[in-house]
């Protein structure tokens, strides 16, 4: 099964960068360097909260807590059911 870090990059990928050739990494910085702007941070909410059945409460959907893969996966993993 595929990481949950390969899942969000994939999906950051396909959705948001146009130049297929564009290194992406997981700490590549998303927000701040524009490749995802507010209404895809939305977006992106919705896929992780659908994907990993989270409900990440407004106050912790920052810029800063999506600003890389890492900083995504890290927030999902406080809010995934153990």
């Not at 910085?29 to 939305?42: E, Q, R």
Request: proline share 5%.
């Amino acid at each position: 099964m595929e990481d949950m870090k390969d899942l969000i990059l994939n999906y950051v990928k396909k959705e948001y960068i146009e130049d297929e050739d564009e290194e992406i990494t997981f700490d590549t910085p998303l927000i701040s360097s524009g490749y995802v702007d507010s209404f895809s941070m939305v977006s992106l909410l919705v896929f992780i909260e659908n994907k990993f059945k989270v409900k990440i409460p407004p106050s912790k959907a920052t810029p800063e807590a999506f600003d890389t893969v890492n900083n995504i996966a890290a927030l999902v993993n406080q809010y995934i059911k153990q």
